[in-house]
């Protein structure tokens, strides 16, 4: 019976550790985007932590699904190992697997160029002076393209969308 809590001490130590590296991540994903952000010359401002936050929140909502299928996953094993004289280990594959993605991710968006945002935020100016130069003739309806425009790209696509 001791190397049964054994076993479950390693295999909480080993999730918690699987479980704490995205937040590492992302942090370093934070750290990096602030670093760009300073080298741009842009203002450092509460966004960067909103959707730092934001994709916190999502990341987790992601994995804590992932870890309740692990611990079902585990149970099988565990009941298999010590019923049915199989042996399976007893770890936890599938939040592994989300937690590995998610520092794919983490670390493919902190070697984007710093200058990314620069050609993103350049593509959406042109984007709408296209269409005010379709709109050129009526001031008023220059002006509702640009709010068309505005509204179509808010700040809060970019938290949804989890973009820095």
């Not at 370093?28 to 450092?44: C, E, N, P, Y």
Request: charged share 20%.
């Amino acid at each position: 019976m001791t190397s049964f809590y054994n076993q479950i001490i390693i295999v909480i130590f080993i999730t918690f550790g699987i479980l704490i590296t995205p937040i590492i991540f992302i942090g370093l994903d934070f750290w990096s985007g602030v670093r760009k952000a300073k080298h741009r010359g842009d203002k450092i401002t509460s966004d960067g932590w909103k959707r730092t936050a934001y994709k916190i929140a999502k990341y987790y909502n992601m994995l804590i699904p992932l870890l309740i299928l692990d611990l079902m996953q585990m149970a099988g094993f565990w009941y298999m190992n010590s019923y049915c004289g199989w042996s399976m280990p007893t770890f936890p594959f599938i939040t592994l697997l989300g937690a590995l993605f998610i520092g794919a991710i983490e670390v493919k968006s902190i070697y984007e160029p710093a200058d990314e945002k620069e050609r993103k935020e350049m593509r959406q100016v042109s984007e709408l002076a296209t269409e005010i130069a379709h709109a050129r003739t009526d001031p008023q309806e220059i002006a509702n393209t640009i709010i068309e425009y505005l509204n179509q790209h808010n700040d809060t696509d970019e938290y949804k969308k989890g973009n820095r």
